[in-house]
């Protein structure tokens, strides 16, 4: 396989089959020959495919070159490579460049990619902008988009409360995480605590991040089991989900572990978490 890639590489200067060159750089890629496909999708791009571009953008991207990556999609998108819309976004995203992405992910809704629009309702959130967000994830709802009805039922239910939300909840817990979670609060708040716990542990097993948290204050709130919170809370934080650690941390306090206590608030305020770092202020640390 490796000579086949090398002579195929060799005959790249020679060659003017822009598809060609882009089967060449796609199987380096997968090979794990980045560098090598870089040449290949640079080539494509000097040849005039957009294609190119958009692939050299991802390669760019993959070896933390954003900025390089930016200047790339830009030029796929000139070149009529609408995809490259989405790529854009998550790349101007990672460069802090929120205007851009946002921007880029309307691109990406205008060219009829769901997802895109749904990645700018998440930015819209982050951004402090609830209602422009819901409004942009309800119309994808309406437009029979499945996960979008579960971001929204989600995001409704964190705004309202409301019982009535249950079904929309239910519909969605296999399609967005935070349904699921929130599935699991209103079965809290209405009594079911049994069906809480089974829906929010059937959540961990699937590996959903999310449900580890509430999972954890489960345990402790409910059924005042210390050891079962600790093990979530610290699966959570493996999986990604840092305010764990300020959880993890009032359960150490708790228990007299004021060391354990500060070195996870020290954790969760490094990840941006501002639970944790009021907290670690207020002990001092």
């Not at 796609?26 to 870089?38: M, S, T, W, Y």
């Not at 209103?186 to 059937?202: D, M, N, P, Y």
């Not at 959540?203 to 979530?232: C, I, S």
Request: hydrophobic content about 45%; proline content about 2%; overall charge negative.
């Amino acid at each position: 396989m490796r000579e086949d890639l090398d002579g195929r590489l060799r005959r790249l200067r020679a060659c003017r089959d822009a598809d060609a060159v882009i089967e060449l750089g796609c199987d380096l890629a997968d090979a794990g020959r980045e560098r090598d496909a870089e040449r290949c999708f640079r080539r494509a791009a000097e040849l005039g495919a957009a294609l190119g571009w958009f692939n050299l953008g991802n390669v760019l991207a993959a070896r933390g070159r954003v900025e390089e990556a930016v200047d790339a999609y830009e030029r796929a998108l000139t070149g009529g490579e609408l995809d490259a819309w989405l790529d854009l976004g998550i790349v101007l995203e990672r460069l802090g460049d929120l205007a851009g992405a946002v921007r880029a992910y309307r691109g990406v809704g205008s060219a009829g990619d769901t997802e895109g629009a749904l990645q700018l309702a998440f930015l819209l959130r982050e951004q402090g902008e609830p209602e422009q967000a819901l409004t942009v994830a309800a119309e994808l709802a309406a437009a029979g988009d499945d996960v979008a009805a579960a971001v929204v039922a989600c995001w409704r239910w964190d705004a309202t409360g409301d019982p009535a939300l249950e079904p929309a909840l239910r519909a969605g817990v296999d399609r967005f995480p935070g349904a699921r979670v929130g599935l699991a609060d209103l079965l809290r708040t209405t009594g079911r605590t049994a069906e809480a716990r089974f829906v929010l542990e059937r959540g961990a097993k699937r590996g959903e991040a999310q449900a580890w948290l509430p999972l954890g204050n489960f345990y402790t709130e409910v059924l005042g089991d210390e050891e079962a919170a600790e093990e979530a809370y610290r699966a959570g934080i493996a999986a990604g989900d840092t305010r764990c650690h300020h959880d993890l941390a009032v359960l150490l306090a708790d228990r007299g572990d004021l060391d354990g206590a500060v070195e996870h608030l020290r954790l969760g305020a490094a990840d941006g978490d501002e639970l944790a770092a009021r907290a670690l202020r207020e002990l001092g640390g």
